[in-house]
């Protein structure tokens, strides 16, 4: 597993990084050569990123991750390797260029919006991961088996889920 958190969100004025404002921070697990999981989170801490590694891994797990303290724990889940980077690239032949690749995949995805309301933009993440997990595949075809299969009164509830 591949783990990244990264921020969406145009140029600002002020802070930069992590306290910058009108910025949506969103947290990112990849298996490698599998599916991508991202889903935003409220705070850039331990505890947020955490309740989403539990959430959605299993111990025993082999983690990737960069030099961020907030992983140090994940040696009490399963295996973990940090990533050390200099100048922007991985030393050694670890990486972790799957969640790297899809937060490129994403960031150019989203482009074309100039933004999106905070309100729906697990909306438009969870589009993305889907695209990102399917891209080898015909979506029309996909789609339509999904209207197929879900009936109309499931739909509503589906899209106001965070």
Request: hydrophobic letters at 35%; glycine letters at 10%; one cysteine or more.
């Amino acid at each position: 597993m591949e783990c990244d958190e990264t921020t969406f969100g145009g140029a600002r004025h002020g802070p930069r990084g992590w306290g910058a404002l009108g910025k949506v921070i969103v947290f990112g697990i990849i298996k490698r050569n599998g599916q991508v999981k991202a889903m935003p989170i409220a705070t850039h801490d331990r505890k947020a990123v955490m309740q989403q590694i539990d959430a959605h891994t299993r111990e025993g797990s082999l983690y990737y991750t960069d030099q961020w303290q907030a992983y140090a724990t994940l040696k009490l889940r399963g295996d973990h390797v940090v990533i050390r980077k200099e100048k922007g690239r991985p030393v050694g032949r670890d990486h972790i260029n799957g969640i790297e690749g899809f937060w490129s995949y994403a960031k150019n995805w989203l482009y074309p919006y100039r933004g999106v309301p905070s309100k729906y933009f697990h909306l438009y993440l969870g589009e993305v991961c889907y695209r990102f997990n399917h891209r080898n595949e015909d979506l029309q075809t996909l789609l339509y088996k999904l209207l197929r299969e879900i009936p109309i009164t499931k739909l509503s509830p589906l899209l106001v889920q965070k």
